[in-house]
């Protein structure tokens, strides 16, 4: 006899009973039971084309393969300090409280709430969308015309020593 392998639900344990339901929990990808999908978003899985049956149009043409990016790649800046107060002002000065701006950026009200008391730190995706909605900008880019105004201080290097001896022989 085939014993056929049981899925757990990997938020509680649970042993799921049809196909398990995958969601999006803080920013991770679980398989979860019917009971625990409550608490995160559904993810859409994309389905996998089938192979197609027959002769030379079957073949199947491979895929280029995508580099994926260092998170260090994808950093402007940082964000600022005060990040959560920012968007607080903005969003009252528009009028919204936090379950209308949860609702126009399609996000849960409590990811606003923390993201406002400064407990969490937004996502990329989260944050440019904050960005737009409320128009304020919250990344600290550096900024370089203010370097570049600096003289810089030339050190002389030891060739450029014994250049200066040479001449004054």
Known sequence: MVQSAKILCEMCGAAIHGPPKTVRIEGAELDVCSQCAKYGTEVQKQKKPEPRKGGP???TVATPVRKTRDVLDLIEGEIVDDYGERIRKARMERGL??????ME????ELLIKKIEKGDLIPEDDVRVRLERALSIRL???PDISEE???PGKVV???GD???IKKVQK
């Open 156 to 158: 002389p290097t030891l």
């Open 139 to 141: 990344i600290d880019t």
């Open 97 to 102: 409280s936090q379950k209308d701006l949860a």
């Open 148 to 150: 570049k105004k600096k």
């Open 105 to 108: 950026l399609k996000e849960k």
């Open 57 to 59: 149009a079957a073949r």
């Open 161 to 163: 020593v014994i250049s």
